[in-house]
T-cell receptor, first 115, second 118 residues
Framework: AQSVSQHNHHVILSEAASLELGCNYS??????LFWYVQYPGQHLQLLLK??????LVKGIKGFEAEFIKSKFSFNLRKPSVQWSDTAEYFC?????????????FGSGTRLSIRP | NAGVTQTPKFRVLKTGQSMTLLCAQD?????MYWYRQDPGMGLRLIHY???????AKGEVPDGYNVSRLKKQNFLLGLESAAPSQTSVYFC?????????????????FGSGTRLTVV
């Protein structure tokens, strides 16, 4: 069964610092990958996704992620964080070409930004 | 634009009581899902449905039942609530399988139900 590992449980940064959140997945086949964000008190929202093509994916609010197939990784990056980026970030994976697939989520990384 | 609506938003139950959480979507999505979110554990899939009249077990189905009698509704039932079921429950829907290339943009999530079992 597939699984997702997010090794950073809580990251604290100052405004304008660069961000990289790690994500590794375990699955032998082809996958679709997602990053979701959950702002305090809100539901999850899609930040970006990778289905195929260019492994460098750009999402909303200046976020990007790079799919490295050989490392089974899909790390999230942002060059300069803002206080409003304070949220919990979830990496997720689903097998591709499955007619009944569902998204498997990592345990999440809480990001705190100091003003 | 309602999207995915969950009711109720908050509930406190006593151990042994039963309740039903309702998820309704107005996007004509085929697939619907129930997740629970617990600190440090991310979201875990309870049950899901790939169409009206169908349901399937997810990662943590014990203690829960579901029904999908209408395409737009997906109900999650707790027959005899336990403190271990204290959690935030999220419903999600998608147009088709998220695994397909031509599939949806991930899920659309509801705003969640915070359930406390005492």
């Amino acid at each position: 069964a597939q699984s997702v590992s997010q090794h950073n449980h809580h990251v604290i940064l100052s405004e304008a610092a660069s961000l990289e959140l790690g994500c590794n997945y375990s699955y032998g086949g082809t996958v679709n990958l997602f990053w979701y964000v959950q702002y305090p008190g809100q539901h999850l929202q899609l930040l970006l996704k990778y289905f195929s093509g260019d492994p460098l994916v750009k999402g909303i609010k200046g976020f990007e992620a790079e799919f490295i197939k050989s490392k089974f990784s899909f790390n999230l990056r942002k060059p300069s964080v803002q206080w409003s980026d304070t949220a919990e970030y979830f990496c997720a994976v689903t097998p591709r070409y499955s007619s009944a697939s569902k998204i498997i989520f990592g345990s999440g990384t809480r990001l705190s930004i100091r003003p | 634009n309602a999207g995915v609506t969950q009711t109720p938003k908050f509930r406190v139950l006593k151990t042994g009581q039963s309740m039903t959480l309702l998820c309704a979507q107005d996007m004509n999505h085929e697939y619907m899902y129930w997740y629970r979110q617990d600190p440090g554990m991310g979201l875990r899939l309870i049950h899901y449905s790939v169409g009206e009249g169908t349901t399937a077990k997810g990662e943590v189905p014990d203690g829960y039942n579901v029904s999908r009698l209408k395409k737009q509704n997906f109900l999650l039932g707790l027959e005899s609530a336990a403190p271990s079921q204290t959690s935030v429950y999220f419903c999600a829907s998608s147009y088709s399988s998220v695994g397909m290339l031509g599939g949806p943009y991930g899920y659309t999530f509801g705003s969640g139900t915070r359930l406390t079992v005492v």
